[in-house]
């Protein structure tokens, strides 16, 4: 038997991830749409577009997080520098072809 809709409720952790699930998602749309963009003004458009769906998504998190609905592992400090020592090495080969 099918929910009626007025059955259904989120608690406050699901709707938060729901919110945070969907800011992903369309912030994946803004980069495909940006790199797809072939006039420099609507990619600037959607580039400020992004960056307050990044900062939306991130209030997100940290509304997850501070609830603890969202726990992060942090990274040891080695292993973020070693990565980022490795795509300083990728950028820098992509830059010189």
Do not use: N
Request: glycine content about 8%.
């Amino acid at each position: 038997m099918r929910q009626a809709k007025k059955d259904v409720t989120l608690c406050e952790k699901d709707a938060l991830i729901d919110l945070l699930d969907c800011e992903k998602g369309v912030l994946a749309r803004y980069l495909h749409a940006i790199g797809e963009g072939s006039a420099k003004p609507l990619r600037r458009t959607l580039l400020k577009l992004m960056e307050g769906g990044l900062e939306a998504q991130f209030s997100l998190f940290e509304q997850l997080r501070a609830r603890g609905y969202y726990e992060v592992e942090l990274a040891p400090r080695e292993e973020v520098e070693g990565q980022a020592a490795h795509f300083s090495k990728v950028k820098k080969t992509l830059a010189d072809k």
